[in-house]
């Protein structure tokens, strides 16, 4: 349900500040899969007459509420737990599952158009030429951007989320960056005392900005490794140890584009699965398909935006489950890539298929609400210069960042810690990087 709170002043405790035309999206939110030749018996069907779940109630949210807690924050991240001795149950929420008609599994057709593409390819090269092509600015660029400021309040949503979810829970986490891209959360992860820390992404060009970065600190802060490869490829993880297995795989801003087909979302998830330990986190974030399938359904034409950013559909008649595809553009970040809708439920079903037990979903809107309330997170705020001069951010900025959410989920289990010894820290060089061909 949309609740429009219209322009008012949040205090932090650091003085006001300016939020403006908050919007509450609620969704409704509904083991590990045996990988043989029954999978394809499990998986989701994807035609038009079986997928178009956005349309319930003109697109509207109504019908999509998750069983939130008040004080959710508090009861998940209050005290300082270690997973030594903790129940399995400390790290469960309730939630309402969609209606059992939406979700009912008939057998998945592997010769629908939406499902496979007879190249073997679908968009991750476009995705990875798009990457390739944008340079890495620097940071003098990067302040002088017409949305540094919705570039600082997404990084404060990421640090607020990587903080969460490593500190009360690991002491010196080994971490997976899934499409890591350019690095740009590497320190981040330094904050976290990460003990060992692997970045993965198709823009093989990005990964190389990424090791300069990496090797920009006057003492390499842990070891690292650096790998170039469709994230969306089952197993390329292999090019890694046995026994290298993650605390936090985290996908920021990514995972979005592996709903192109159910193969690449399932794939993915299980490159997620496979080498996070029991008890470990996967968190992330994602567009949110509710509030986009609700503008463009509410607006004449095919697209919609502001002056910073462009959504275009190429239909709006259905929207399937898998390969809903629309072009996206936010200035000095995303030119006219084709992106895909996550139908949110889906993505919760996939996960419990590969032992991935629901944890928490949030717009951006609200986790701002929610996390602001904490001195720690509020001070970050004000020290990353997420508002102008003038103690706010743009209309248009802040709408943009309504697109997106966060999630997380929990690979179900007892934690058990990474059994394998990291490597000593030291630089690395272009060399070093792990390049897996694309595979048809």
């Not at 607020?160 to 080994?174: A, D, G, M």
């Not at 981040?188 to 823009?203: E, F, G, P, T």
Request: proline fraction near 5%.
């Amino acid at each position: 349900m949309e609740q429009q709170q219209g322009t008012q002043r949040i205090r932090h405790g650091l003085g006001n500040v300016g939020y403006y035309n908050k919007q509450k999206e609620e969704h409704e939110e509904e083991e590990e899969e045996e990988h043989n030749n029954n999978d394809r018996n499990h998986r989701i069907h994807n035609d038009s007459n079986a997928t178009n779940h956005y349309n319930n109630n003109n697109g509207t949210e109504e019908n999509f509420s998750l069983n939130r807690s008040e004080n959710y924050h508090q009861q998940q991240y209050g005290a300082q737990r270690t997973h030594q001795g903790q129940q399995e149950q400390q790290h469960q929420r309730q939630y309402h599952p969609y209606p059992q008609h939406q979700h009912e599994q008939s057998h998945y057709q592997p010769n629908n158009n939406n499902n496979r593409k007879e190249s073997g390819f679908g968009n991750e090269v476009l995705v990875a030429q798009h990457y390739n092509a944008r340079p890495d600015w620097g940071k003098q660029r990067r302040v002088k951007s017409r949305i540094i400021q919705l570039k600082n309040f997404n990084n404060w949503v990421k640090s607020v989320l990587i903080s969460s979810f490593t500190r009360p829970y690991f002491e010196h986490p080994v971490v997976f960056d899934l499409a890591g891209g350019k690095g740009g959360d590497l320190l981040k992860w330094q904050k976290a005392n990460v003990s060992y820390y692997v970045l993965a992404d198709i823009a093989t060009n990005s990964v190389r900005d990424a090791v300069r970065r990496f090797n920009e600190n006057r003492v390499i802060p842990f070891p690292a490794t650096f790998i170039s490869s469709d994230i969306c490829q089952r197993g390329f993880l292999d090019c890694l140890p046995q026994d290298v297995k993650f605390d936090v795989v985290s996908c920021q801003f990514a995972l979005h584009y592996s709903f192109e087909t159910e193969d690449k979302a399932r794939d993915l998830m299980y490159n997620v699965s496979s080498r996070l330990v029991d008890g470990g986190y996967f968190i992330g974030s994602i567009p949110n398909a509710y509030w986009i399938v609700k503008q463009i359904k509410s607006r004449p034409g095919l697209s919609f935006g502001n002056s910073v950013y462009n959504v275009t559909f190429e239909q709006k008649d259905t929207f399937p489950r898998f390969g809903c595809k629309y072009y996206f553009t936010l200035e000095d970040a995303v030119d006219n890539c084709p992106e895909y809708l996550v139908h949110f439920p889906t993505l919760q079903q996939i996960a419990s298929d590969y032992g991935l037990e629901f944890v928490f979903s949030s717009t951006f809107h609200q986790y701002y609400l929610d996390q602001s309330k904490d001195p720690e997170y509020a001070k970050l705020f004000e020290w990353m210069r997420c508002l102008d001069h003038r103690g706010t951010i743009s209309d248009d900025e802040w709408e943009a960042a309504g697109i997106y959410m966060v999630f997380a989920f929990r690979k179900k289990g007892e934690y058990s810690p990474p059994s394998f010894q990291p490597p000593k820290p030291q630089r690395v060089t272009d060399s070093d990087i792990i390049i897996i061909p694309h595979k048809e």
